[in-house]
């Protein structure tokens, strides 16, 4: 009889050894979002869009409560959602880029063109080389 009493508790044992491990593994979701989020904080200020970031930060934050509280499907959702936050944000920040490199560009276009357009400026004969013959240019008398 003491057989099946010491397989009970080994048995009890496991379990209560294996179920925390199980129930505190965070969605792999979780790790990449705190990765992408920090990667995200470290970039030049004009990487991405603060305001997306902002959000994504906030659903990471969430996340992490969500998995504190072991409710690893909210976890996850939340920061797969904060993902797709960062994402946005690194897009709209490059459509930003891209919107005034165009209108630099349309500036230096316009600025070249004006040129083209004005009139040519007078401009005074070139110097004497050693190899021409020097040029008279002082006023001659009428004949």
């Known amino acids: 009889m003491r057989v099946p009493a010491l397989g009970r508790r080994l048995a009890a044992a496991s379990l209560a050894l294996m179920l925390p491990a199980c129930a505190s593994a965070p969605p792999a979701s979780l790790v990449q979002a705190r990765g ?4 995200a904080i470290k970039a030049p200020a004009d990487s991405y869009s603060r305001a ?3 959000e994504a930060r906030l659903k990471l934050g969430q996340a992490e409560a969500a998995a504190k509280n072991d409710d690893m499907d909210s976890a996850g959702d939340l920061s797969q959602e904060s993902i797709a936050d960062l994402r946005l944000s690194r897009a709209r920040a490059e459509a ?3 919107q ?3 209108a630099d560009m349309q500036a230096t276009i316009n600025s070249l063109q004006s040129e083209v357009n004005q009139p040519p ?4 004969p070139p110097p ?3 190899l021409s013959p020097p040029v008279d240019t002082s006023p001659q008398p009428p004949r």
């Open 52 to 54: 997306e970031l902002d």
């Open 121 to 124: 400026i007078a401009t005074s």
């Open 100 to 102: 005034k490199a165009d």
């Open 128 to 130: 004497p080389t050693a």
């Open 36 to 39: 992408d989020v920090a990667d």
């Open 96 to 98: 930003q880029h891209s």
